[in-house]
């Protein structure tokens, strides 16, 4: 009993503390917040730590976190973030019951920790970085001194009335809620500016007029969307396209003010391109399927989308890059984004015919914020992070001896053509379908190179041919049907595909890092 009286006792003068900590902690963000408003919304201490962990991350556990997470996987990352303070707030805020200056202190290390970080940004706006971090943690760091000097201690209430130690009580009550609600008045203020400053982005997105491509896409063939239920729908809509990038604040580009520059190692004609410059072009039109590196066997990181553009290609002619095959002296194009992101492709297959493009429309629209908009780069058969550039600004001619771009410094390949999939739509995964014919279908891709053939296997059987939808093109997916005549009891249905080139897809497993994933995709079902 006398444990548990003790510990009531802790926990009762330890609470003012903890409050002060958590107020303290809750203050230093919303005026970091409101700061980094008037600074750089991208320069806020969780923006800039997050971004600082994202980049440290270990191949094996960003993979995990992918892996379980999904695309929420920035969003638990920032909560584990502010969980983390929260933890840390309520020790400095018990520890300043007794120490009010190292408490303060304590805070300040924070802020530093945040300072050092926005400096290290790669897309950092320079100095004025640091302030969000230190203004906040010098508001916080103020205020858990204050409030702990008006938490009642037992040395101040020694020798007091218990009117004196209630009043103290009420005074601490009384400036926490004020601090709490000056504090939510400076975080919210914050947000109101920051929406404000993207608002210039979103205006400039909803006056553009993409023009009539002067090479418009071929229309899908009939039936390339086969109609069975549960599987992709082939072009993917906008809204459901996957989405991966290391942005914790989407950048908002204003397409007015936009540029992009191209020079490097043998670049003769350095030049700077506006929005404006792109769309009056000859555009092409192309479908073109995007995949990404980290997507599993069987995985979702695949979607399809009919892509407006400029001819990268043409881009660099003008300015006089030639490819390696024709004596070029740069085999590595490095795309560099607004918010520091870099990607390099080899400048053979940018070059090489196919449709590589900057890309400023996507099914119909301007690119959306998420996926890159004003404009972003595609190159048909690579994977998304040696190729897809979003909110790209910079253009840089080089070598691949010269330069490793930001997930090559983090051990995947330096190149990376897109691997031949299959993946079975339906039925899913556990599923008990009924009938006596079951109709197993998805898609297949490997872009550039087209799929000529998709077989399935049911448990240990032969391979069977499945029906191919028309092929839409080589830089597409295609979708596949078979009829499966069903015996009651659990099956493994497995499916595997053979490319244009006669390449049957490999059954060796591989894992996504350092090239993308291999083997067959399976689901085991029970048939009724
Ligand atoms: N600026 C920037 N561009 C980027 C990335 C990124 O993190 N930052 N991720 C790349 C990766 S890994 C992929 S798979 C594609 C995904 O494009 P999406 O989000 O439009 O589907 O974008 C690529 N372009
Ligand atoms: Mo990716």
């Not at 929260?86 to 805020?93: F, N, R």
């Not at 400029?310 to 660099?316: E, G, H, K, S």
């Not at 001619?397 to 031949?420: G, S």
Request: proline residues 7%.
């Amino acid at each position: 009993m006398r444990s548990v009286s003790t510990f009531r006792t802790t926990l009762s003068r330890g609470a003012p503390g903890a409050v002060a900590g958590l107020l303290a902690g809750f203050t230093a963000l919303a005026v970091a917040e409101l700061v980094a408003s008037l600074v750089r919304p991208q320069a806020g201490p969780v923006t800039v730590v997050g971004g600082a962990a994202i980049d440290r991350t270990p191949a094996a556990l960003k993979d995990y976190a992918i892996r379980t997470f999904g695309e929420n996987d920035k969003i638990v990352l920032q909560l584990g973030i502010l969980a983390t303070l929260a933890l840390l707030a309520v020790v400095l805020g018990i520890v300043s019951l007794r120490h009010r200056r190292s408490g303060a202190a304590g805070v300040m290390v924070f802020g530093a920790v945040g300072a050092a970080a926005a400096l290290t940004r790669p897309d950092s706006g320079g100095a004025a970085d640091v302030l969000p971090s230190l203004v906040g943690a010098l508001t916080g760091a103020a205020v858990l001194y204050l409030l702990a000097g008006r938490c009642s201690s037992p040395a101040s209430a020694s020798g007091t009335d218990r009117a004196d130690a209630s009043w103290s009580r009420r005074g601490f009550l009384v400036a926490a809620s004020a601090t709490a609600v000056a504090a939510t008045g400076a975080g919210a203020l914050g947000r109101m500016l920051t929406g404000r400053s993207g608002k210039g982005a979103a205006a400039s997105r909803a006056a553009v007029l993409l023009p009539a491509p002067a090479s418009p896409a071929p229309p899908l063939p009939a039936g390339a969307q086969l109609k069975v239920a549960g599987i992709s729908s082939f072009t993917t809509p906008n809204k459901d396209f996957y989405r991966v990038d290391t942005a914790l604040v989407v950048p908002t580009v204003d397409a007015a003010t936009w540029r992009l520059r191209i020079h490097g190692k043998g670049v003769p004609r350095p030049r700077t391109y506006t929005f404006q410059d792109l769309v009056e072009r000859p555009l092409i039109e192309r479908d073109i399927t995007l995949t990404c590196v980290s997507n599993e066997v069987g995985g979702p990181y695949i979607g399809h989308a009919r892509w407006l553009g400029v001819r990268l290609a043409d881009l660099l002619r003008e300015c006089g890059v030639k490819p390696p095959s024709d004596g070029g002296a740069a085999d590595q194009l490095v795309a560099r984004s607004v918010d520091g992101m870099t990607l390099g492709s080899p400048v053979e297959d940018v070059m090489d015919g196919r449709d590589a493009m900057l890309a400023v429309g996507m099914n119909g629209e301007p690119l959306p914020f998420d996926h890159g908009f004003p404009v972003r780069m595609l190159v048909p058969g690579l994977y998304g992070y040696v190729s897809a550039c979003k909110w790209i600004e910079d253009i840089e001619l080089t070598t691949f001896d010269a330069y490793d771009p930001y997930w090559v410094k983090r051990k995947w390949a330096r190149k990376a053509p897109i691997k031949t999939q299959a993946r079975i739509d339906t039925p899913k995964p556990f599923a008990r379908p009924a009938g006596p014919v079951v109709t197993v279908a998805g898609v297949a891709w490997a872009q550039h190179r087209g799929i000529d053939r998709v077989e399935v296997r049911i448990d240990d059987g032969p391979w069977q041919d499945a029906d191919l939808a028309p092929q839409a093109g080589l830089d597409t997916w295609r979708q596949w049907s078979f009829p499966w005549k069903t015996t009651p009891g659990g099956h493994n249905l497995t499916v595997r595909a053979t490319d244009g080139t006669g390449q049957v897809q490999t059954e060796e497993r591989a894992r996504t890092i350092p090239d993308g994933a291999s083997g067959w995709h399976s689901v085991f079902v029970t048939a009724g």
